[in-house]
Structure formats: structure tokens, C-alpha cells
């Protein structure tokens, strides 16, 4: 054996035995403060008798942690999310009484309930110990890197080049920073809240920052499946009413994401961004990775392994990452509790309610899809693979109920950049060079719901348009975001929108929104209602909306003159004449014509598509549910979200302007082109050309026939590695969910019944 090895054995083995020793002292410590915990026999022991009894059991708790408590968390893929983090405790402590167990002569004992409070302690020390050892020693902490790298490549059959690795093609990252807008980051940069991200940017070298904009739809439903799938054809909203069917589509609903993503490939005849070598981690859509963890649209396959939440398990299966996380959740939920409280008692405003299961939700996002997540994409990177796209909706949850410019949404752009950093640290010890994207999916808007500002809701005024009966008092528009759906998946309750929509009245309009923009569909109606129709039906309802000072414009289509956009004063524009900077739409800014146009010419646009008013001199808007930071429609930030790229890669205008001429972006009303690029779709596209720059060109979908044949199906091995330099390795069992894109299946080998086990979308 080397010198160099048997200095790497030597260091191991006494990190081993110090963070055995710090365990003995920690379990002594416990038995002198805790009464229900002894190490002792009744009659007392020796100092020397108790010392060795206490480093029998921490020694006997460190073995059970690192073989059992894997097949525990293996086993308890099952159980939802939310429940598996209620539950590590109860499990960390069941090991820590089998532990006392296994001291010779029964001089172990403690209570169940004290068992679980030393099980969090040991398990929290000693993962602290293995990480300050780890940071001390740098070089034994790049020799652990880089075996653990060495040990998945040999896994999954990646060949090392000659040079070691790190002289081979670079892979990419791309971190989608849910919710954040283009001004938001660069103030948060300037600021000091994300130094990681401010660093990035004054390094000449480094990266760039450039806005884009989004569609009308400005969610993550519609930009995510354009950026991924290249393509968001007929996605009016977050949420919409299909007449033929008789259902409501809402992209956070795993049936409906899996029939989103397969609309997309059957269009594009390509797999996604990630086909080739791809992971994609916590997003709604696959991207056509092979390698899948916290997918939404995958949750709603059958079949082992089907489940998302089997992503989990890499991470829960270090006890350490499990007690961190599941004190870094009760925590949270503490921090928003005191949050909510200390709003009402300043009876700040605008606000809404936090009540109920939103400190656990924002919890979830904010804690657990976070570790999760990032401990995901550093497995990745470890294992030397070309593509990950992963999505952190930690802001985006609590800038719905705090805004998106509140000291509450800030501390979590702080939370964010540290993990960032993590990610970027990581990159320096990776078998492979790794070019570090990040990116949004939209932004947010502020302002006051259009309940709370006038009273009462959209369907409300509708109905009151309609000549129907409205309740006394105005029912709240329930909240709907990506995490909030996710939690009510997980316990099996419909999200938001499905209920009254899936069995509406034959006579009763069906009135969902996202965000600002709100949808009207006439089920009894066939085809798309036209504005004679309604008329005649209804003679008050367009005019009671276009009227409304909360509402900007509404697009309808008119037997006579083919769509047009209604406002204020009887203004009506036909959408072929539309122009920026005029009419109803003037005050939404360059390319709020273009995206009118591109909407109406969805097969499922709504019969009444209506967008909130938007003041452009506070930048606010009113949403149609209970949010004080909202997107979905057109107004402000929630529109312009960024990109931030390596000064390495392609120009994104230039990138838009190689691939074709459709990327190119639209003028302003000035004749002035935008900063960046216009549509998801674009955004696609550069992404698309970033990662052939790097890797080469892509391998092409086998095609057959004018829809192509895709399948779906594919072995992943879910490898993450702990984060923060826990020593444990923990892998993931091989499981069928969906994957590269491959021929000789029909497209609707995609699908997936309603009501298929789903799993969270983190």
C-alpha cells in the first residue's frame, strides 16, 4: 500500500474514532441531564464501568444507523412525505433502544419519549463532528469526493477519460430559482442577501444576467413544459376548463402534468432537454431524463417505483440528513407562525390568511424540497452527468402569502444563495468540469387581492354579471401554488380548481383562476362561446367585467369581427390589430400583443379570458386568489424573470438567432428588440443550443409517422449523495418511471389514470 494510502486510511480511521469518541461524551452528557436515561446498573458503576457502557452504545447506535436505518427508510417509501418527516424521530429513537439493548448486563435503559430526544441529539452531533473534521482536512475531503465519484461512475458505466475527468466535456446545471423576477435578483445581489449570486457577477469571467419574458401564462405550468419539452402550445393558464371532456386540467395535478408532457412530444417530436444523460429533480415535467427524482408528472405512472416521493430515499437514508431536516422543518414552521403573528399585530397590509396547513406547506418547501433537491443535484454531479435541471420553489411559496419584496421572502433568497453555494463548491471536486445555469421561471407581482380590495370575487362578479345568485358574504378564492398542491396530492384531497369544475351545473359558468389572469367557460356551450352568444344570454356580463376597475381587459371571440379585446369605456380591439402601447393592453408593456395573439389561437383558450387591471407606477396588480404576491397573467414583474449564464456560452439573443428565425425575439413598440428572450419556448432554445456547445449534438428522436412514437420507460439508480460532507454512501434502488425517449411505443403509453398513487412535487 502507498504512503498516500495508508495516510487516507489512518485519517478515516481517526475520524471514525472521533466521532465515535464526541458520541460517547454526548451520550454520557445526555445520561447526567436526562432522569429517564441511564447508563448505569441500579446499584451504580465505576466512572470507567460507565464510560465503557456509554461508548458500547454509541458505537452500537452508529452501526444500526449505517445498516438499518437505510432498509427502514427503503421500506417506508410508502408512507407520504409530510408523514416520513413526522416520523424520523419515532424511528431514530426506536434504533437508539435497540442500541441500549445490545449493552451487555441491561445496564441501558430510558424512556420512549427520552429515547427520541437522544437519538435527534447524537445523530445531530455526530453528523456536526464528521462535517468540521471533513472541512479541516481539505485534502481528505477531496479524496472522499473523489471516491465517491469513482464508486458511481463505476455503477452506472460512465468511462473515465485519460486526464481523470475533469479535462472531458463539461456537464451543465441548470437551478431554476422558482418565483424569483430579474429585478429581484439583482437587487438581492446588490443588497448583500446572495452574496454567491453577487459574486457571479462581479467576476469579469463569471456570468452574465439577462431578463426574459414569459407567455400571457406566466406560471410555472406553461414556462416549465416550454423550457423543458420546447413547446407550451395550448396552455391558457395554470389552470383551465376542457368542454370535451368535461374536466378541469391543472398542471399541478400529476395526471395532468403526465397528459401535458405528452401533448408536448407528440408536437415537437423530441424528448425533452434532458434526453441525453439528463436528470431532472423536483420539477412538474421529466424533460425526457433517465433519471428522475421528485417529478410530478411521473407520480402519476403505476408500476414499482412509480411514486415520486421514491426520490426520498437517497437523502432520508442518512439518520443525520433525516434529524437536520426534521429540525430545520419544525423550525420553520415556528419561524412562519411568529411571521403570521407579528404581521396581524402590526396589521400590516396588504395580507391574507396563513393559517391552517400553510406553516407545514411553507415548511415543506422550504426546508424539505430544498435538501432534498440540492442533495439530489450534487448526487448528480458526482456521477459525471451531462444535464440536471432542478427546481427550488422555497420563494415562490412564501412570496405568495409574505410578497415578493417582504423581509420574510428575502431571508429565504438568503437560505437559497447558501445552498447555490453548496452547489458550486461541489462543482470543484466533480469527475467533470460543470457550467453552473441559473434561471426562473417567472416572476411574482405585488398586490392586494381583488377580494380584499373590492369585496368580492371573480365569480362572484360573474355570477352577479351572469344574473345568478351571489352569496352575502364574498367566499374567498382559495390560494393554489405548486407546493400547496403538492401537500394536498400527498393526502390524496383535490388541489385547487378541480372541485368546482370537475361536475359543474350545465347552467353555471366554470370561473378558475391563476393568479392575476382569470378563465370563463360556458360548459353547456359548445366550442368556444362567442360574444354574440353571451350577449344574447348574458346582455350584462362583458360589460360588468370590461367595466370593472379591477380588471384590465378580457379577450372574447365576436362572430363578427374574430377575437377582440374588451376594456374600459367600451373599448374593443380586434386581436389582429392589436399593438403594444395602445388600447386596453397599453399599460402591459412590449409584447403584450403578441402574446394576446398567441393565446387566442389555443384550441382550449377560454370563452372569456380576463387579466386583472395593473397600475405600472406601483407595479401591482390583483389577483383572483388569496395572494399578495402573485403570476399567471400579464403585469409587471411576474412577466420578466432571468437568466444568469457563464460567460462561456453563446449570447442568448445570439443563441435564439442561430437556432431560427421563429427564436428570434419580437420588437418593442419602439422597434427596439428586447433584452432577452422572448417565450419559453425560446428559452428552450437556448438552453438546447448551450448544452450542444458543451456535449455535441444531441441524438435525435427515432420517429414514426406524422405523431412519432415515443416511449417513456426507463431504468434510473436515484444516487444523491448527503449534503454537507456527511460520510455516509447512499444509493437508490433501481425503479422503472419515465425516462429517455425511445421508439416502438405509442404515445399514449404517457398516460396515466386520475387516480394513480401520485406523489409530491417539491
Known amino acids: 500500500m502507498s504512503d498516500g494510502r495508508w495516510r487516507a486510511a489512518g485519517g478515516t480511521l481517526i475520524r471514525v474514532v472521533s466521532v465515535w469518541a464526541v458520541s460517547t461524551l454526548t451520550l454520557l452528557a445526555l445520561a447526567g441531564i436526562l432522569p429517564d436515561f441511564q447508563l448505569q446498573a441500579d446499584d451504580g458503576d465505576t466512572v470507567t464501568r460507565t464510560a465503557f457502557t456509554a461508548a458500547w452504545g454509541a458505537g452500537a447506535f452508529g452501526l444500526l444507523s449505517a445498516l438499518v436505518w437505510p432498509v427502514l427508510v427503503r421500506a417506508l417509501l410508502i408512507v407520504p412525505a409530510l408523514v416520513l418527516g413526522a416520523l424520523v424521530f419515532f424511528l431514530n429513537g426506536s434504533l437508539l433502544l435497540i442500541a441500549l439493548r445490545l449493552i451487555p448486563d441491561g ?89 454567491t449570486v453577487a459574486g457571479l457577477l462581479a467576476d469579469e469571467a463569471g456570468h452574465r444576467l439577462t431578463p426574459w419574458t414569459t407567455d400571457w401564462s406566466s406560471q410555472t405550468g406553461a414556462s ?77 405512472r403505476l408500476g414499482k ?65 430544498r435538501d432534498v433537491v440540492v442533495a439530489a443535484v450534487i448526487g448528480d454531479m458526482f456521477a459525471g452527468r451531462t444535464a440536471v435541471y432542478a427546481d427550488l420553489v422555497a420563494y415562490d411559496e412564501v412570496a405568495h402569502h409574505s410578497g415578493p419584496h417582504s423581509r420574510d421572502a428575502e431571508k429565504v433568497l438568503s437560505r437559497l444563495d ?155 380591439v380586434p386581436v389582429s390589430e392589436l399593438t403594444d402601447g395602445e388600447g386596453p393592453i397599453a399599460v402591459f408593456g412590449a409584447g403584450a400583443a403578441d402574446a394576446v395573439r398567441r393565446t387566442d389561437t389555443f384550441p382550449h383558450v377560454a370563452d372569456v379570458m380576463v387579466n386583472s387591471m395593473y397600475d405600472p407606477e406601483t407595479g401591482q396588480v390583483h389577483a383572483f386568489e388569496e395572494q399578495i404576491g402573485s403570476h399567471g397573467g400579464l403585469g409587471g414583474e411576474q412577466s420578466r424573470p432571468f437568466l444568469l449564464w457563464p460567460r462561456t456560452l453563446t449570447d442568448p439573443l445570439d443563441a435564439m438567432a442561430a437556432e431560427a428565425p421563429r427564436g428570434t425575439s419580437p420588437a418593442g413598440p419602439a422597434g427596439v428588440p428586447p433584452a432577452g428572450p422572448v417565450g419559453a419556448e425560446a428559452v428552450h432554445r437556448v438552453l438546447a443550443r448551450w448544452l450542444r456547445e458543451l456535449s455535441g449534438p444531441q441524438v435525435p428522436l427515432q ?60
Request: hydrophobic share 40%.
Open 703 to 762: 420517429q414514426e409517422g406524422a405523431a412519432g412514437a415515443v416511449r417513456a420507460d426507463g431504468p434510473y439508480l436515484d444516487e444523491s449523495s448527503p449534503i454537507e460532507g456527511a460520510d455516509a454512501e447512499t444509493t437508490g434502488e433501481p425503479v422503472r418511471t419515465d425516462g429517455p425517449v425511445r421508439a416502438a411505443e405509442p404515445l399514449r403509453s404517457l398516460t396515466g389514470p386520475d387516480d394513480a398513487a401520485p406523489g409530491p412535487h417539491v
Open 224 to 300: 416549465q413544459l416550454g423550457i423543458l419539452h420546447g413547446s407550451n402550445f395550448d396552455v391558457p393558464a395554470f389552470r383551465w376548463f376542457e368542454k370535451e371532456t368535461g374536466t378541469a386540467m391543472v398542471s399541478s395535478r400529476p395526471a395532468s402534468a403526465l397528459e401535458l408532457q405528452r401533448r408536448a412530444i407528440a408536437r415537437t417530436h423530441d424528448g425533452g432537454l434532458l434526453t441525453v444523460d439528463g436528470a431532472s429533480r423536483g420539477n412538474l415535467f421529466s424533460g425526457g431524463a433517465d433519471q428522475l427524482a421528485l417529478v410530478l408528472s411521473m407520480a402519476a
Open 305 to 369: 417505483g412509480s411514486r415520486s416521493r421514491a426520490g426520498y430515499f437517497a437523502y432520508f437514508s442518512d439518520p443525520a440528513n433525516a434529524v437536520r431536516t426534521a429540525l430545520s422543518f419544525v423550525a420553520e414552521v415556528g419561524r412562519e407562525i411568529g411571521q403570521s403573528v407579528r404581521a396581524r399585530v402590526r396589521k400590516e397590509s396588504p395580507r391574507v390568511k396563513r393559517g391552517g396547513l400553510y406553516p407545514f406547506i411553507r415548511a415543506f418547501a422550504t426546508v424539505v424540497e
Open 418 to 572: 447558501r445552498s447555490l453555494g453548496l452547489i458550486m463548491k461541489i462543482a470543484d471536486h466533480t469527475p467533470r468540469g460543470y457550467r453552473i445555469v441559473l434561471l426562473s421561471d417567472h416572476g411574482q407581482s405585488p398586490g392586494e387581492t381583488f377580494a380584499g380590495r373590492y369585496g368580492l370575487t371573480l365569480k362572484d362578479l360573474v355570477r352577479a354579471g351572469c344574473g345568478l345568485p351571489v352569496p352575502r358574504r364574498a367566499q374567498r378564492t382559495r390560494s393554489a401554488s405548486e407546493a400547496r398542491d403538492a401537500v394536498r396530492i400527498a393526502l390524496h384531497r383535490p388541489v385547487a380548481g378541480e372541485r368546482d369544475a370537475e361536475h359543474p351545473k350545465a347552467s353555471d359558468p366554470v370561473v378558475l383562476a391563476s393568479g392575476n389572469l382569470g378563465l370563463l367557460s360556458f360548459p353547456d356551450i359548445e366550442g368556444r362561446a362567442s360574444r354574440e352568444q353571451l350577449d344574447r344570454r348574458y346582455p350584462a356580463l362583458l360589460g360588468t367585467l370590461a367595466a370593472h376597475p379591477g380588471i384590465g381587459f378580457l379577450l372574447v371571440r365576436s362572430e363578427k369581427h374574430g377575437s377582440v379585446v374588451l376594456g374600459r369605456d367600451g373599448a374593443q
Open 107 to 195: 445496564r441501558g435503559d430510558a424512556a420512549p419519549e427520552t429515547a427520541v430526544v437522544v437519538a435527534a441529539v447524537m445523530s445531530a452531533v455526530a453528523s456536526a463532528t464528521s462535517t468540521a473534521l471533513a472541512v479541516r482536512d481539505d485534502d481528505a475531503y477531496r479524496r472522499r469526493l473523489s471516491r465517491l465519484a469513482d464508486r458511481r461512475r463505476r455503477r452506472s458505466g460512465t468511462p473515465l477519460s485519460a486526464d481523470g475527468g475533469r479535462g472531458g466535456a463539461p456537464g451543465i446545471v441548470f437551478v431554476q430559482l422558482d418565483g424569483v423576477g430579474h429585478d429581484v435578483l439583482e437587487q438581492a445581489a446588490a443588497d448583500g442577501l446572495m452574496p
